[in-house]
């Protein structure tokens, strides 16, 4: 009987036994060996992905992704030799938008030089509903994500700071769900709403008799978010006494409610959220400079939304779609799309979903006009004109219901008006602009005009 010839396992053999999508890249982002998950995964043969490009591949574009913004996990494991995790944006088999979990780890040649980095891919396409996705594609927003992707596996502590509207809640909602706590709750408190007997109460709950009025126990919210995320906003009106209680609970993970005697322990992950500079606030003496440290180990700047033009388009699609009957004004004209471009939104994200949400009302399932949109504090250079137009403030409007931008203080006569309408084809947008006058004035000029004729007649 013969004896059969000794056979090691060739690396397909091997790759093919792990469960997920995997596959081993040089420093050249070349794919050097794939399994069948991942050739299954993007639709194609393993002739086709061995040799390819990964970005090629997962992100169907032709160059990497961190000159895209995207944190880039080979660059990680060929300058660093560690593992890294990070959350990506592919694109599965039929094109379509999804977020992966992807862990990194070197592989190492004789001399201890990275050779390789083999990568697993886990599809999180079961729990990145659109609600919880960031929108827009900028470059200061896909900064943004890339850092969110690479915080969210971790359990460290999250400070997020933007101007109010620009979306602190959003982010940290993306945070907790692309998290490994996202299986557990996520629970909100907003310091800016509640006393300081009344937040202490909230966040670490309290004991029977506590204080006046406390006639049972109360579970805090501390307690409430064990296993999941804690996101604290507004954390700058926390009262220095409760920000103590808080680095304790940070640094040992133990608190104690109202009126108790011993220490519980809860898994929490806090994320927390400011649009004020903590660290003026810590050299006035109105913020813990320990807490601030603390707090601070990662933190995370929001763009405000004057930086992320090239993202309006997208969220205007994005909140026009979550208004009743929003679909059929989509899409959006290229007058409207100019229009929206050119205000700074001072209130940012919130700002812009406002001023759609006005405009879809007024327009009535019709498609929406630059008449529909109501800018509070317009401002813009119109490139035909020329004409620097704006809204006027409330101040200017109780002075003369005829305010004027670059016509004097002089009333404008019936010719005027209807010389710069025919000339704008009826547009009253155009017109106002044209004879130098806020919007809500020319409307309050057409409908006297109008008032006029009728009485006449």
Request: charged share 30%.
């Amino acid at each position: 009987m013969s004896k059969k010839p000794d056979r090691t396992p060739q690396c397909r053999d091997v790759i093919n036994l792990v469960p997920e999508p995997f596959v081993l890249i040089d420093s050249n982002y070349q794919i050097v060996a794939a399994n069948r998950n991942y050739c299954e995964k993007y639709d194609m043969d393993e002739s086709e992905v061995v040799g390819n490009f990964c970005y090629k591949v997962s992100h169907h574009t032709d160059e990497p992704c961190h000159l895209h913004g995207e944190h880039c996990p080979l660059r990680t494991v060929f300058d660093t030799g560690q593992e890294t995790e990070v959350i990506h944006e592919h694109f599965d088999k039929k094109g379509r938008s999804e977020h992966v979990q992807l862990r990194a780890q070197p592989i190492l040649d004789d001399d201890g030089e990275v050779m390789y980095m083999a990568e697993s891919i886990y599809c999180l396409d079961d729990r990145s509903a659109d609600e919880h996705r960031l929108i827009g594609r900028s470059p200061v927003m896909m900064h943004l994500v890339s850092l969110l992707q690479r915080v969210a596996p971790t359990r460290t502590t999250v400070l997020l700071h933007g101007e109010s509207g620009t979306g602190k809640e959003k982010v940290a909602e993306y945070v907790h769900h692309f998290s490994n706590c996202h299986e557990g709750p996520y629970i909100i408190v907003d310091s800016s709403t509640l006393g300081e007997q009344l937040i202490e109460s909230e966040l670490f709950g309290h004991e029977k008799g506590a204080f006046t009025g406390a006639t049972g126990r109360k579970t805090g919210l501390m307690e409430a978010a064990d296993k999941g995320t804690l996101f604290i906003d507004e954390i700058s009106e926390l009262p220095l006494p409760l920000q103590t209680k808080l680095l304790r609970f940070l640094e040992t993970g133990t608190y104690r409610p109202v009126g108790g005697t011993d220490y519980k322990s809860v898994d929490v992950r806090i994320i927390a959220a400011t649009n004020k500079n903590l660290r003026k606030m810590v050299e006035e003496g109105e913020f813990r400079n320990d807490l601030f440290f603390r707090l601070t180990a990662f933190p995370v700047d929001i763009p405000p939304l004057r930086e992320r033009k090239d993202d309006i388009p997208a969220l205007a699609e994005h909140f026009l779609l979550q208004f009743e009957g929003g679909e059929n004004q989509l899409p959006l004209s290229q007058e409207v799309i100019e229009a929206l471009l050119m205000y700074d939104y001072p209130g940012n994200v919130r700002e812009l979903r406002n001023i759609l949400e006005r405009a879809s009302i007024l327009a009535t399932n019709t498609s929406i006009s630059v008449d529909h949109m109501i800018f509070e504090q317009f401002t813009y250079i119109d490139a035909k004109s020329e004409v620097v137009v704006r809204a006027p403030d409330s101040d200017e409007l109780a002075r003369d219901d005829s305010y004027l931008l670059s016509k004097g203080q002089q009333r404008l006569d019936r010719n005027q008006i209807l010389n710069a309408l025919r000339t704008c084809n009826g547009n009253r947008v155009r017109a106002a602009t044209m004879l130098g006058v806020s919007e809500r004035t020319m409307y309050r000029y057409v409908r006297k005009m109008r008032e006029e004729m009728e009485t006449s007649t």
